[in-house]
C-alpha cells in the first residue's frame, strides 16, 4: 500500500531544516512504520520547499486519524517550521493536516487532519487522548504569572527568549524596543541633540528642528493648528485617543463652571444648564490621574502629573471647542478655572496640561491595559484551554499572533523598573503601574463591546456629532466582525445545549474570566457562556480588541504625538495656581527638555509603524480550516472589509486630516507592535 507524504516547509528566515524528519502514520487500522523522510541527492526541508515522498504500508491504516512527526538532530539543534502535510491514500483521496509552527529541538508532534471538531465530536480513544495530551502539554508551557500585582496575569517568562517558540517572532531584532528606539534617533537626526539632554527649547518654533524632516500630512497639520481650539478638540473624535470624553449629563460637583464663566463660548442663546439638557456638552475628566506619583528617577529633573477636567461645547457647526479647563480635582483659589477668554498663554498652557494628561491616559490605560494586557489574557487562555483542532482556537490563532511576544518585549524593555518608558514619560517610575492598578478596579466586558462603550459615554449620535469617524469606522468594522463571527459559529454550533456542553469553551471563558480578570464579578466578564448569542458576542469582541480597536489607538501616535507641544510626555513646572503668570517662557520650560523631546519623538515613530510582515484584517494565509463553509465566510468577510476600506478612502478624498486608523486595509490583525 503507498501513501504519498507531501510535506511543505515556511518562508520565513530560517524555516528550513537539516534534521532527521521522520513519520509515523496512525489509522483507525494500525499503524504505519516510523519512516525517515529522506530523498537521497536532494536537500530536504528547505526554507519554502513542498517535499513529497511514498511510504510504503503493508495493510491499509483504514482513516488517517494522526500524522507523528519527529525531528532529530542531525549537527545542531535546529528549528524547523512545517506548514501542513498532506497524504493520499492508495484509494486516492486527500486529507490535509495544518501545522504552521515551529518544531524545535528534538520534537514530536502529533497533527489531526484539518477538520475543525468541538470536544463532543471526538468519538474514538485515540482521537481523545490526543486533544487530552495536547491541552496537558500546552499548559505546562503557558503558565500563568502575576508580572505586577493589580495587572491582569501574563505568560510565565522573563524575557522573549524563554517563550515557547511557536509564539516568538520570526526575527527578534525587529521588536528589540532599545534596538529600535536607537535606529529611529539615528534615521530621525536626533543623537545630535542628545548632549544637550536637560537644556530647554527657545520657543515653539525650536521644536521644528526634530520635526520638520519626518512630517507628514497629519503632523503637518498639527503643527500649523495645534494652538487653536478646534484642533484641540477634534482630537478628542478623532486623535490616537478618541475614547475618553463624553456626554455631560450633569456637571461634577467639582467643577463649578458657571454661564457666566462661559456665556461668550456659548451660541444658542442657552444658558450652560439648558445646552446640557440640549446635549450640546460634554466632558474629558482625567480623575484617575490623580495622586498618582509623577516621574522621580531623574534626580536633576523635576516632573509633574495632574488630573484636568475639559467642559467640550458642540457648537453650532457640529465640532467640539474646548470652553472650560480645570487643572486639578479638587476646586479652590488655587485651582482655577480656565477659559477662552483669558490672556492667550493661561488658556494655551491649560489645554497642553489636558494634552499630556490625555498621552497619559492613552498610553497606559486606553493603549497598554486595554488592547495590550487584554488581548494577551484571551491568548494564554486560548492556548492552554483550546485544542487546535477546535474552531474558536482555528478563528482566534490569527488575532493572537505576536501578542504574548510583543508584551513580553515590552515588559523586559520598556515598562518594566529602568525601562525605556521611564526616560522620557512623567509617568515612568511607577506611575504607569499605579494607572493600570486603578483601571483594573473599573474595566467591564461591557466597555470591550463596541456599540456599548459608545452608548455608555452617550456619543451615539450621528446627528450631534457627525465628525466622529472614529466611531462611524469602527462601527463598520465591529459589524462585519460580528458577521464574520456569526457564520463560523453558526457552521459548529446547532443550538445553545452545543455552547453549553463545549467543556473546552468553558474552561477558555473561565480561564479569562479568572486569571484575566482576577475573578472581579463587578468586570462583568462572564465565567460561561450559555447561549450561540453570547459565543457570538464574546468572540466579535477578542476579534475587534485585537485588530480595530489597537490599531485605532496605536497607529497615529506619530501623527498626533510627534509635535512635541500637542501631545507633551512629561511637564517640568508645576500646573499654575493662578492666571496672568504664564508667558511663552513659564510654557517652554513646563514643556520636555530636548533629550525627552527626543526620546518622546523616536518612541512615537517606532511604536507606529507595521511589522514587515504585516497581516490586515481578514487574511488568512494559514489555512487552519480545510471546510468550504468557513471559506466561504472569509470571503464574504473580505468583501464586506474591502467594501469599508472603499468608503473610507472616498470620504477621505482631498480632506486635510483624513482619518483612517479603523479602516481594514490599515488594521493588522492582532497586537504585534
Known amino acids: 500500500m503507498i501513501y504519498t507524504v507531501t510535506v511543505a516547509t515556511g518562508h520565513q ?4 531544516t537539516d534534521d532527521y524528519i521522520f513519520l509515523t502514520l496512525v489509522g483507525s487500522e494500525g499503524n504505519s512504520e516510523r519512516t525517515l523522510l ?12 513542498v517535499d513529497s515522498y511514498a511510504m510504503t504500508v503493508s495493510n491499509d491504516l483504514g482513516e488517517i486519524l494522526l500524522v507523528k512527526i519527529e525531528k532529530r538532530k542531525y549537527w545542531v539543534h535546529d528549528d524547523w517550521y512545517c506548514k501542513y502535510i498532506t497524504i493520499k491514500t492508495p484509494q486516492g483521496e486527500y486529507r490535509e493536516f495544518p501545522c504552521y509552527r515551529w518544531i524545535a529541538d528534538d520534537k514530536e508532534v502529533e497533527l489531526r487532519d484539518g477538520k475543525a471538531r468541538l470536544p463532543r465530536d471526538d468519538q474514538t480513544q485515540i482521537a481523545k487522548q490526543h486533544r487530552r495530551r495536547e491541552l496537558e502539554q500546552r499548559q505546562k508551557f503557558y503558565r500563568w504569572k502575576e508580572w505586577h500585582p493589580g495587572f491582569p496575569l501574563s505568560i510565565d517568562a522573563n524575557s522573549h527568549k524563554d517563550l515557547p517558540r511557536d509564539i516568538q517572532f520570526d526575527t527578534e531584532k525587529g521588536v528589540d524596543f532599545v534596538l529600535n528606539y536607537s535606529k529611529a534617533m539615528e534615521n530621525l537626526y536626533l543623537n545630535r541633540f542628545m548632549y544637550m539632554f536637560q537644556t530647554s527649547w527657545t520657543d515653539f518654533a525650536d521644536f ?3 520635526f520638520v524632516r519626518i512630517s507628514n500630512t497629519i503632523s503637518d497639520y498639527v503643527m500649523q493648528h495645534w494652538q487653536e481650539d478646534f484642533m484641540f478638540g477634534y482630537q478628542f473624535l478623532n486623535g490616537c485617543n478618541p475614547v475618553v470624553f463624553e456626554k455631560c449629563n450633569k456637571l461634577p460637583d467639582n467643577f463649578p463652571v458657571t454661564t457666566e464663566m462661559v456665556d461668550t463660548s456659548l451660541e444658542r442663546n442657552l444658558t450652560l444648564e439648558e445646552e446640557i439638557k440640549e446635549g450640546n456638552i460634554y466632558l474629558a475628566d482625567y480623575k484617575i490621574l490623580d495622586g498618582v506619583p509623577a516621574n522621580a528617577t531623574d534626580p536633576c529633573t523635576m516632573q509633574y502629573l495632574t488630573a484636568p477636567i475639559c467642559l467640550l461645547y458642540n457648537n453650532l457647526r457640529k465640532k467640539l471647542v474646548p470652553i472650560a479647563i480645570q487643572l486639578k480635582q479638587e476646586p479652590g483659589p488655587e485651582n482655577p478655572i480656565f477659559l477662552p477668554t483669558d490672556a492667550k498663554y493661561d488658556w494655551l ?12 491616559v492613552h498610553q497606559t490605560v486606553t493603549h497598554l491595559l486595554r488592547t495590550h494586557l487584554i488581548s494577551e489574557v484571551f491568548g494564554i487562555a486560548m492556548y492552554r484551554q483550546l485544542a487546535a483542532v477546535h474552531p474558536l482556537f482555528k478563528l482566534l490563532l490569527p488575532h493572537v499572533r505576536y501578542t504574548i511576544a510583543i508584551n513580553t518585549k515590552a515588559r523586559e524593555q520598556l515598562i518594566c523598573e529602568c525601562g525605556l518608558f521611564d526616560k522620557a514619560n512623567g509617568t515612568g517610575g511607577g506611575g504607569h503601574v499605579r494607572l493600570v492598578q486603578r483601571t483594573m478596579e473599573d474595566l467591564t466586558f461591557q466597555s470591550l463591546c463596541f456599540p456599548e462603550a459608545i452608548k455608555m459615554r452617550g456619543v451615539e449620535s450621528k446627528e450631534s456629532l457627525p465628525y466622529y469617524h472614529y466611531r462611524d469606522d469602527s462601527q463598520m468594522v465591529w459589524d462585519a466582525v460580528l458577521g464574520f463571527a456569526t457564520e463560523v459559529v453558526n457552521i459548529y454550533y446547532d443550538d445553545d445545549e452545543a455552547v453549553q456542553t463545549d467543556t473546552e469553551l468553558q474552561a477558555f471563558v473561565k480561564d479569562v474570566f479568572v486569571y484575566g480578570l482576577k475573578a472581579n464579578k463587578s468586570s462583568g466578564f462572564p465565567k460561561s457562556v450559555k447561549t450561540i448569542r453570547k459565543l457570538i458576542e464574546y468572540v466579535t469582541v477578542i476579534i475587534f ?14 501623527d498626533w504625538c510627534s509635535w512635541i507641544p500637542n501631545a507633551p510626555s512629561t511637564m517640568r513646572r508645576p500646573p499654575p495656581t493662578e492666571k496672568e503668570v504664564v508667558d511663552l517662557e513659564y510654557i517652554i520650560e513646563s514643556l520636555p527638555d530636548r533629550g525627552r523631546s527626543c526620546w518622546h519623538l523616536g518612541a512615537v515613530w517606532a511604536l507606529s509603524q507595521f511589522q514587515d510582515n504585516e497581516l490586515f484584517l481578514g487574511s488568512y494565509p494559514d489555512e487552519h480550516f480545510i471546510e468550504q463553509p468557513v471559506k466561504e465566510a472569509m ?38 507592535m
Open 349 to 360: 498652557l491649560a489645554k497642553i496640561w489636558v494634552r499630556s494628561s490625555d498621552f497619559h
Open 208 to 210: 521644528e528642528q526634530i
Open 635 to 672: 470571503e464574504n468577510f473580505q468583501k464586506n472589509l474591502q467594501g469599508i476600506s472603499n468608503r473610507i478612502a472616498e470620504r477621505n478624498k482631498d480632506k486635510k486630516l483624513p482619518y483612517y486608523y479603523a479602516s481594514p486595509d490599515r488594521i493588522p490583525n492582532s497586537v504585534a
Open 545 to 558: 480588541t485585537t485588530s480595530c480597536q489597537h490599531a485605532a489607538v496605536n497607529f497615529g501616535q506619530y
Open 13 to 16: 528566515w530560517f524555516a528550513g
Open 38 to 49: 529522506d530523498k537521497p541527492l536532494y536537500d530536504d526541508f528547505e526554507r519554502g520547499a
